[in-house]
């Protein structure tokens, strides 16, 4: 017997017949290995968590004001007699720089309560509760990671901002991905006319510089809205900014898809447009979509951010991590009170996750990159 | 062993014996090659055929040594003699990216690819790229190189060399763009030539001036070609040997006529049958049964068992078949149960 | 060649005379006219005026025209130089941006060439070294760089440079150069002041685009013709500096129109937290406090610069990419 024939016989058992997994099941495998995309992706979904829960973990409303707590640092916890404690703030006058400071009066401790009652909410938008996972004595403050200028608990500030720093750029995109595929299959598929007048208004629209005109139309806004419908305005307008980018991408890959030949044979086949695009078309482009469009979410969430950091897009007493953000513009601010910096720091983490997941999503929708 | 299947003693410019390349990807190890042997006779055509997967490409592609990194050689040797009465060596003691290797791409050995579209540099002139090669091996002028690039133009039938040589590769046409490979390829007059599927993406009119050319310059310059394609019809028109690949090994290998008028193995005589003749369009054209297995999963025994009509159960599906010489004097071998 | 760059000309003026109709558009989309703005102005300055005076004011700001006698006007303004009074300062729109434009582009300039200098030759170590840790620590920091806002980038720099006694917050001058006529001293004393700001500006851009260049280039690594290259026998640098990178290029290239804007408009925020007196902070204030024919000249002026810069990435893309030209 030859040298071959004792090294080759393998069961074929023993074996995974990769031809029979799902093109998904193998993205998702593809995917599994780019770990820092993994960690993203978990990452991501512990801050979304955290953003359902906000009013529920937030001990304080994020415009509660006290002035006994302004500047205050984060508390001291400590546990005293088998319990969680803070303590009561000393205010002191340092004489020299002429500036007030706060140190925890050891002596007087305020045990941390669970599961308080406080300011009313509704959770998920929908049920009413004033249920809070802690507390202290009303009268009094927690702040576990210090206090703004005017004593608002930046922690429950952090986590108010979420919910308008999460989902506005996401949504803006969701939009964006809808308006540029919808354009970009019509653009790619039907050619002609349509194709040639959707591309000049893209063309037109794109010979604005982006960022300026972004703050353009958000100065154009009416200034005396609701929240909600500012919210919804400044999504509009990421929306609007970004779906150029997206429908050319899908127009290319349409183009290139309608020239193959399944198409051709679909067309044959007597299938109709509507039947080429969901079934032919869009299924390959879904891929590049997806990827495009979580690519574009931290540029979104950015945006809204330098938006409100500038003054132009969601404006107090509404709170997200750019309104944040304009307490901390100063260095004189950081440098004292280095815990405002603290919205950059959760905004950096979760760019940085969606770049990530993006990417790993791309180089598994992708086998040959 | 394998590679005592030349009963002729004649002069080869390549011989592979065993060789073993695998590939680690993410979704488990494809052995590309599974011991190849083969020799590739002087101032010949050897015909390597198979279907899609079976190793061909890989084969050509580890004589130049330009397998994908993913790719992993694990044995065999590649000896190659430049000169009849010189010495050989076996490239693959050379490193990948080393200046021996390097001395031998594009000078001694040179390659054309399948896809003539792709295979030049958008970016550069026609001319440009094949002095380049030229420069590289040749000669240090640039004046002599740009000469001798619109010679080999010439030679290789280009209706107007200087203009062509100073064409960017788009202005070309496919059929045109595979001279231009052709010409590349030949620059530095070569030992030998691999030609990867150099006519698949080509119309049949084209396939065959392309074909005809490439015996012509064969005949020319005598550099030996590796002729890889699934045709066999193109295996008739061009090539003096073959050599039938199924799934990373050769399974026989004869003369042309030989494979033609004598075939053994039953995958040989399968892909005979496939192809449509004229005149006895009786019935459905054969194909082979069932598909060539996933390259993931390992097939005991022969590799051609699962389709083949007369496999010996208990026996083919468990021993490997030995390489077997039909005719010493023709070299006619085949790696089939039926002939040991 | 010469048709090509007459088709594009052609395009871009008819763009620009668009981009401006649109710009005008967004001018007028704030709340409230001009008017009200100015009266408002001169009403907090303690002065009361007529029902004759406002009357006159309408007739001078044009408010009761229609849309496009307005355009008209202020594009013809406009075009011989004049952009209209800023109701901020009342002092020409003209020449407040031209001052501030020409530091802008000129950082701008300056941050674009040193991330062309860094991000190719990283984009292609990183490609050509893929998944080594090398690779990972790039591409990490590429991230980083990426996610980092550019103003906060500026400010933790600020700090530091300021705790250095590095760096002179709030001028593009020492006191001694600001009418000093140019010369090298004065190019330095320039650069000690901006550096902060051009390294902003270039962190940012440098990641995307080092980015871009590795994934280019790992494509165009699969293409035949690099094949083709190595079987020629050139060395793996040849092939990958004269045959893949040059195709690889390509989108950095188109990139070239976008990035000069996007630069000046990055530094928007950047200067803010610099102050550094350049032509973001101004079109910012302008915004916030509703100046809009200066706000809108800037915007229509930065579309023009936009246009410019895509007008030389297809230039410098047509000589880089022989395809292009014949099209």
């Known amino acids: 017997m030859s040298a071959d024939a004792t090294n080759l016989p393998t069961t074929k058992a023993a074996v995974e017949d990769v031809g029979q997994i799902p093109q998904w099941q193998l993205m998702v495998r593809r995917f599994r290995r780019s770990r820092l995309s993994v960690i993203g992706l978990y990452f991501l979904i512990v801050l979304y968590v955290l953003m359902i829960f906000s009013d529920f973990l937030a001990p304080y409303d994020h415009n509660k004001l006290d002035s006994n707590y302004a500047w205050a640092p984060p508390s001291k916890v400590a546990i005293v007699d088998g319990q969680l404690v803070t303590f009561k703030l000393k205010q002191t006058l340092d004489e020299v720089r002429f500036e007030w400071f706060y140190t925890a009066d050891e002596t007087q401790p305020l045990p941390i309560k669970f599961f308080v009652k406080g300011y009313e909410y509704r959770f998920l938008g929908i049920i009413p509760m004033d249920i809070h996972l802690f507390g202290v004595e009303e009268g009094y403050q927690i702040n576990i990671i210090g206090a703004d200028k005017d004593g608002k608990d930046v922690f429950s500030r952090l986590l108010k901002g979420s919910q308008i720093s999460l989902t506005l750029g996401f949504i803006g995109v969701l939009i964006s991905v809808v308006i540029g595929s919808v354009v970009g299959t019509a653009s790619g598929y039907f050619g002609g006319a349509i194709d040639n007048l959707i591309q000049r208004l893209i063309e037109l ?165 | 062993m394998t590679n005592s299947h030349t009963a002729t003693s004649q002069d080869d410019v390549v011989r592979v014996e065993d060789l073993k390349v695998s590939f680690y990807t993410d979704l488990g190890v494809v052995r590309a090659l599974n011991g190849v042997s083969f020799n590739i006779p002087r101032g010949k055509v050897l015909g390597v055929v198979g279907e899609s997967g079976c190793g061909k490409s890989i084969t050509g592609l580890s004589i130049m040594q330009l397998v994908h990194s993913a790719g992993r050689n694990e044995g065999g040797r590649i000896l190659f003699r430049e000169f009849a009465d010189g010495e050989s060596i076996n490239i693959l003691d050379y490193e990948r990216n080393s200046a021996e290797m390097r001395g031998i791409r594009g000078n001694n050995i040179s390659m054309i690819f399948q896809e003539p579209m792709s295979s030049l540099n958008p970016c550069y002139t026609v001319g440009n790229q094949i002095e380049e090669a030229i420069l590289l091996h040749q000669t240090q002028d640039a004046v002599e190189a740009s000469k001798r690039a619109i010679d080999i133009l010439t030679k290789v039938g280009m209706p107007n060399p200087a203009r062509i040589a100073s064409s960017y590769p788009h202005e070309l046409s496919g059929g045109m763009r595979q001279r231009a490979m052709i010409a590349m390829a030949l620059s530095c007059t070569p030992t030998l030539l691999i030609a990867d599927e150099p006519t698949t993406a080509l119309d049949v009119t084209t396939e065959a001036n392309i074909l005809e050319l490439m015996r012509k310059m064969q005949e020319d310059i005598g550099t030996s070609i590796m002729f890889i394609t699934h045709n066999m019809g193109v295996v008739a028109q061009i090539c003096d040997e073959v050599a039938v690949m199924y799934l990373g090994r050769i399974v026989e290998r004869a003369s042309v006529d030989d494979i033609f008028y004598e075939p053994k193995h039953p995958y040989t005589i399968a892909l005979l049958q496939s192809i449509p003749r004229l005149g006895r369009s009786k019935g459905r054209l054969a194909s082979i049964e069932g598909s060539v297995p996933d390259p993931y999963s390992r097939v005991s025994g022969c590799p051609f068992h699962p389709r083949c009509p007369v496999a010996i159960s208990g026996v083919c599906d468990s021993v490997v078949p030995e390489e077997t010489v039909v005719d010493a004097a023709k070299g006619h071998t085949v790696r089939c149960h039926l002939y040991t | ?77 406009s075009l011989q130089g004049d952009f209209g009074t800023s109701y901020e300062t009342d002092q020409s729109v003209g020449e407040r941006i031209w001052n501030r434009l020409g530091f802008s582009v000129g950082l701008s300039t300056f941050a674009l060439l040193f991330t062309w200098l860094v991000s190719i030759p990283i984009g292609v170590y990183s490609a050509t070294h893929r998944y080594t840790v090398p690779d990972y620590i790039i591409t990490a920091v590429q991230f980083v760089g990426l996610a980092i806002p550019g103003f906060l980038l500026a400010l933790v720099l600020l700090i530091i440079a300021t705790n250095l006694n590095a760096i002179e917050v709030g001028k593009l001058f020492s006191d001694e150069y600001v009418d000093a006529p140019w010369s090298f001293a004065k190019l330095v004393d320039l650069g000690r002041h901006v550096y902060i700001a051009v390294i902003v500006l270039a962190v940012g851009a440098t990641a995307g685009l080092t980015r871009i260049m590795r994934a280019n280039l790992l494509d165009v690594l699969n293409m035949q013709y690099i094949q083709t290259a190595r079987a020629k026998g050139l060395d793996e640098a040849v092939v990958i500096w004269k045959h893949a990178v040059r195709n690889a290029i390509q989108p950095l290239v188109m990139a070239l129109g976008s990035l000069l804007p996007a630069l000046i408009v990055g530094e928007t925020l950047v200067a803010t937290v610099l102050s550094i007196p350049t032509i973001g902070p101004m079109y910012l204030t302008a915004l916030r406090i509703q100046d809009m024919y200066l706000a809108g000249t800037i915007l229509v002026i930065l579309s023009f610069l936009l246009l410019i810069g895509n007008l030389i990435g297809d230039l410098l893309l047509a000589w880089v990419d022989p395809r292009v030209r014949y099209e």
């Not at chain 1, 905004?347 to 999503?361: K, R």
């Not at chain 3, 558009?25 to 008017?35: D, K, R, T």
């Open chain 1, 205 to 369: 629209l794109r010979s604005f510089p982006d960022v300026p005109l972004f703050l353009a139309l958000a100065a154009a806004l009416p200034p005396g809205v609701k929240v909600e419908v500012r919210f919804f305005l400044i999504t509009l307008i990421i929306a609007l900014i970004q779906w150029t980018g997206l429908a050319r991408e899908v127009r290319g890959k349409v183009l290139s898809y309608r020239n193959s030949d399944y198409t051709a044979a679909a067309v044959a086949a007597g299938a109709s447009h509507w039947h080429i695009i969901t079934r032919h078309l869009l299924p390959n482009a879904m891929s590049h979509i997806v990827v495009v469009g979580t690519l574009a979410i931290p540029g979104a969430i950015g945006s809204e951010t330098a938006l409100s950091f500038l003054g132009l897009g969601i404006l107090p007493p509404a709170v997200s991590w750019g309104v944040m953000l304009r307490d901390a513009q100063t260095v004189e601010a950081i440098t004292s009170y280095p815990w405002m910096l603290l919205p950059v720091a959760v905004l950096i983490v979760t760019v940085f996750c969606f770049y990530l997941l993006g990417d790993g999503i791309r180089d598994a929708v992708d086998p040959y990159a």
């Open chain 3, 1 to 77: 060649m010469l048709n090509y760059i007459i088709r594009r000309l052609v395009n871009m003026t008819v763009l620009i005379v668009i981009v401006s109709f649109v710009g005008f558009f967004i001018i007028q989309l704030p709340p409230g006219s001009i008017l009200d703005v100015q009266l408002t102005k001169i009403r907090e300055r303690g002065g009361d005026i007529s029902r004759e005076q406002v009357a006159a004011l309408r007739v001078r700001y044009g408010i009761d025209d229609p849309f496009t006698v307005r355009y008209w006007k202020w594009i013809t303004r």
